[in-house]
């Protein structure tokens, strides 16, 4: 089939599914988006390809699409219809549980009633997020339980801090109870399904690891909740992911190959954020006494199974431990007066390298760790290697080589972490070098734990962008990036530079407008203050006060989002008895709970105030009566502070750039505009849009900051 009638199957799919579901109104804007996707995944060459052919075509769009566009049908129909027929798969990608959840439980059931061919689906979550069968077992005793205590606080060193009794058994009863309600059927084994999910502390030490799993040698395997999912993931024709699976796993054959199948990335707004996070590296250079246990392990493991290379580890794992330790000292050497001057600041204290240059003095110790931490890693996979075959050869010792696999592989990242970061750290402009170098960020930080005092170093890709072309779009052929907030003050530009997309000859963009009438629908209030926000207690203290004057006359839902957790304090102190009654902070109880609370008192007729913060800001649908005012205490920019921005800026800076204009605010328009987003969730409702920044009308870039947001009218409000 050509590409022209490939691309006009897509839309037929499409018209045929709108025109048949009762009651629904057809969106000018969302068969335009259906249609753009329909053009973009017909025209992508799939597959393997030749040595000797030109390079296979690569199609890929950038949509845009307004709240109530409906983007979800406009993509899956048209993506789902082209992938039955090039005999492909289609691989969805969100940034939240909430839109997988959606697509998983909703939309995805409802088009598999209306379209013609059948197709199955599937929801990829990571291995973490299911119970290790094995581990459960010797932690809650029912299995063998060598060295079981051991892994209880896997990520906490013992040295660090004494555990009481009641503790050890508390976490051992937690694990019992897991292990009973798997054992009678009432629990899956999936983290997400448990009633409670547990704290990261309680899961990690019984959560799946690819570092420490034997697959199908697993004497468990059989009952295996992961690989059972992995099954029905083999068989779907739409597996539906997030943002970071798709990215760690790149490589790693979990998902659909990226140059073989069509990539929908939704909440595509979120992906070079999660692109920073996924590729940034953290060491640890003073809780070093898992170097030992990890030693002690594979050499038990590595002289049983007779294995050469096992005469290695221990010159590597004690160079290791004493250079990490001689980098802990010069570290607090060179940065120790300004880390220890932090010592009242809110989180850990940080201290990052100017233009990504560290002490010449760091960089020998760094090289040895590296040498070192890479000759270890090469014991342990010859170690691993012989294990499996071991497992293989006898299956009637299984469980006890698993477990052995498992003591062996629970370690095996943390020195993984070790090579990696250090890699990033050694990576240095050379001397005199006038060229576009682009450096990595790197820090380090010192926070105490109990009476310890713990020294780490870190380091993050500068440009999500570059990160990106490398490691995704290089095996990507056919995709669509889409969100309700991809411009910026109008324009694609910026998040292109950040996806890694600008300057792609295959990219196409399409900006689909939402059908919402704003202008009649909701009216944006930019209330002025007399302090600059950026006087941050007088601007707070009268900014709490105009908050207060409006809340008081919400009669139905209202959300008001806080750009700090001491901000959202101080408005919940200042508020009155009587009022205090109506507001439900995000702090005080979890986000179901909250939520559930709000729907019911407003369906009440009671008057429901929401306190948020970033997490709320955008994912939150509150149609109707839920939101009929929303309340923006401040312009959302990114905390000053962060580590990677200031050293982006930094970049920018020494190449005559200004990151203001360039990086902070189309960074803080896109919030912005999520955050506004919140206001307006269908054709009929109305709103009352609030901002008490006075930056918005009083300056340049807050001028570029409205003409990015939705049409309301604009009522400027002058200080009280």
Not at 584 to 600: D, F, S, Y
């Amino acid at each position: 089939m050509s590409q022209q009638k490939w691309a006009q199957l897509g839309l037929e799919s499409f018209d045929d599914v709108v025109a048949s579901i009762p009651g629904f109104r057809g969106r000018e804007g969302q068969r335009r988006m259906a249609a753009q996707v329909a053009t973009t995944f017909s025209t992508a060459q799939l597959g393997k390809v030749d040595d000797d052919a030109p390079e296979p075509e690569r199609s890929i769009a950038v949509i845009q699409a307004g709240t109530g566009v409906g983007k979800s049908l406009a993509y899956s129909i048209p993506a789902i219809t082209l992938a039955l027929a090039r005999g492909t798969r289609v691989l969805i990608s969100t940034a939240t549980v909430a839109l997988q959840e959606q697509l998983v439980n909703k939309d995805l059931p409802a088009l598999a009633a209306q379209l013609e061919q059948p197709f199955k689906f599937a929801l990829a979550k990571g291995r973490g997020r299911f119970v290790c069968k094995l581990k459960l077992e010797r932690l809650a005793g029912t299995g063998e339980s060598h060295d079981a205590a051991d892994d209880l606080f896997a990520e906490e060193e013992a040295a660090t801090r004494a555990r009481p009794a009641q503790e050890l058994e508390a976490r051992m009863q937690f694990y019992a109870s897991m292990a009973d309600a798997m054992a009678t059927g009432v629990w899956d084994g999936d983290r997400d399904s448990l009633a409670t999910p547990p704290e990261p502390e309680a899961w990690s030490p019984v959560a799946a690891e690819s570092s420490s799993c034997t697959g199908k040698h697993c004497p468990a395997f059989d009952g295996c909740t992961y690989y059972e999912r992995r099954k029905s993931m083999v068989a779907a024709q739409v597996i539906v992911a997030n943002h970071d699976l798709l990215l760690s796993s790149l490589g790693a054959r979990l998902l659909p190959d990226l140059d073989n199948c069509l990539l929908v990335l939704d909440e595509a707004h979120h992906l070079p954020a999660t692109a920073l996070s996924q590729f940034a590296c953290a060491l640890d250079l003073s809780r070093l006494g898992w170097i030992d246990k990890l030693a002690s392990r594979a050499l038990r493991v590595g002289t049983m199974l007779e294995v050469e290379e096992v005469a290695d580890v221990p010159t590597h794992s004690s160079q290791l431990r004493q250079t990490l330790q001689d980098l802990a000292r010069l570290v607090m050497d060179f940065y120790g007066d300004e880390l220890k001057s932090q010592k009242d600041s809110w989180g850990p204290a940080r201290v990052r390298a100017t233009r990504g240059i560290l002490p010449e003095a760091l960089l020998e110790p760094l090289a040895q760790a590296s040498h070192h931490a890479s000759g270890f890693l090469d014991a342990l996979r010859a170690i691993s290697k012989a294990l499996r075959v071991e497992i293989r050869d006898k299956p009637e010792e299984s469980r006890r080589l698993s477990t052995m696999y498992a003591q062996v592989g629970a370690l095996a990242p943390r020195l993984e972490s070790v090579y990696d970061t250090a890699q990033l750290l050694l990576q240095q402009p050379a001397e005199n070098d006038d060229s576009q170098y682009v450096p990595n960020a790197k820090w380090f930080t010192l926070e105490t734990d109990g009476e310890f005092i713990v020294v780490k170093a870190h380091a993050s890709p500068l440009l999500p962008g570059a990160t990106l072309r490398r490691h995704l779009w290089s095996q990507v052929r056919g995709a669509v990036l889409t969100s309700a907030t991809l411009t910026s003050c109008g324009q694609f530009d910026f998040f292109l530079r950040e996806s890694g997309l600008h300057g792609d000859a295959a990219v196409t963009t399409l900006e689909v407008p939402s059908p919402f009438d704003y202008a009649s629908q909701g009216i944006f209030v930019a209330a002025q203050t007399h302090a600059d926000p950026r006087q941050a207690s007088a601007f707070t203290s009268e900014m709490v006060e105009a908050l207060l004057h409006d809340l008081a006359r919400v009669e139905s839902g209202a959300l008001v989002l806080f750009t700090s957790r001491e901000q959202m304090r101080q408005a919940v102190d200042a508020l009155s008895t009587a009022m205090r009654a109506n507001v439900l902070v995000q702090t005080a109880m979890p986000r179901a709970q909250l939520l559930a609370l709000h729907r019911e008192r407003v369906a009440d007729g009671q008057p429901s105030i929401i306190f948020g913060m970033q997490s709320f800001g955008e994912g939150l649908d509150l149609p109707g009566a839920l939101c009929e005012s929303l309340f923006i205490t401040k312009l959302p920019f990114a905390p000053p502070d962060d580590p990677v921005g200031e050293a982006r800026a930094e970049w920018l800076r020494s190449a005559g750039r200004d990151p203001f204009s360039e990086l902070v605010v189309p960074a803080t328009a896109i919030r912005l505009a999520q955050w506004v987003g919140r206001a307006i969730r269908t054709e009929e409702d109305r709103a009352f849009v609030y901002c008490y920044d006075k930056r918005l009308v009083h300056t340049s870039y807050g001028q570029r900051l409205l003409n990015g947001l939705p049409p309301f009218a604009l009522e400027k409000r002058p200080p009280r």
